[in-house]
């Protein structure tokens, strides 16, 4: 985070195309970075759940009702 308000604070003196680089490049690495984290949770939880000899033992458990 600090690396992007240090990029942020650059910006201020940038004009033109070198300012809408900048900018496209700070939104891009925050979306990036938030898609990330939640993709890598997601991909480890699957790896455990489909383990091979994890039958017997799921991972996730679920209620059979609500």
Request: charged residues 15%; hydrophobic residues 50%.
């Amino acid at each position: 985070m600090l690396v992007i308000f240090m990029e942020l604070s650059t910006v201020k003196q940038l004009s033109g195309a070198a300012k809408s680089f900048h900018l496209i490049l700070t939104a891009s690495t925050l979306v990036v970075s938030w898609s990330l984290l939640p993709t890598a949770f997601s991909m480890h939880y699957a790896h455990l759940y489909y383990r091979h000899g994890a039958e017997e033992h799921k991972a996730l458990l679920f209620p059979d009702k609500i």
